[in-house]
């Protein structure tokens, strides 16, 4: 069964809204959740890492300001398109890493669409 | 950070057939994954594999590593319609375990 939740799994918003997106581990903690985003037939390029009571780490070229990051609890991290346009629309994928033992394996959410109009 | 390459970028096969994708990547490597994508639909892990293996197996799936060529490849054997999908590899490096992704490879299995 699934481990990493997403909601919404669509979102069809208006030119300049502002759109949430929340990323739950299920049944595990996870103090670091990273966000990627996929536009259509390519790869999914890492945004940002979400860090449980610290600040998010942004990849070069993704702005903080318009992408919020808020990672509020050891299972829960959201990720806020502020004013959001035409171009932001893509498919937006969280994970969370969970350990067993020594190996770690990064488990994937279902992924959110955005549609902007 | 470095990003792995899938070949072929798409593949057409018929049920029943086995079905190959590689991946090559940049530098040296902690692990890699497979992951599958349905259309529209967040990854399914697949496997890992160490830096320090060469093979795995899981069902119908079989995964090679050579790191002396910076290579990795994922067989599918017997495939399904079931199948169709996009394959990705990621790998992570140094004191990272955040995977990078390749482009894909985009399976599509006949039935």
């Known amino acids: 069964g699934a481990v990493v939740s997403q909601h919404p799994s669509r979102v069809i918003c208006k030119s300049g809204t502002s759109v949430k997106i929340e990323c739950r581990s299920l049944?595990?903690?996870?103090?670091?959740m990273f966000w990627y985003r996929q536009f259509p037939k390519q790869s999914l390029m890492l945004m940002a890492t979400?860090?449980?009571?610290?600040?998010?780490?942004?990849e070069q070229g993704v702005e903080k300001d318009k992408f919020l990051i808020n990672h509020a609890s050891l299972t829960l991290s959201t990720l806020t398109v502020t004013s959001a346009h035409p171009e932001d629309s893509s498919f937006y994928i969280c994970?969370?890493?969970?350990?067993?033992?020594?190996?770690?394996?990064?488990?994937f959410g279902p992924g959110t669409r955005l549609l902007v109009l | 950070s470095q990003q792995g390459e899938e070949d072929p970028q798409a593949l057409s096969i018929q049920e029943g057939e086995n079905a190959t994708m590689n991946c090559s990547y940049k530098t040296s490597i902690n692990n890699l994954q497979w992951y599958r994508q349905n259309s529209g639909r967040g990854l399914v892990h697949l496997i890992l594999?160490?830096?320090?293996?060469r093979e795995k197996h899981s069902g119908r799936l079989r995964v090679t590593l050579d790191t002396s060529k910076k290579s990795s490849s994922l067989l599918i054997t017997a495939s399904r319609a079931a199948d169709t999908a996009s394959y990705f590899c990621a790998t992570d490096a140094g004191g990272s375990y955040i995977p990078t992704f390749g482009r894909g490879t985009s399976l599509i299995v006949h039935p």
């Open positions: 594999i160490r830096s320090n293996e």
């Open positions: 994970s969370a890493p969970r350990s067993s033992g020594t190996q770690e394996t990064q488990y």
């Open positions: 979400s860090n449980e009571g610290s600040k998010a780490t942004y």
């Open positions: 049944d595990f903690q996870a103090t670091t």
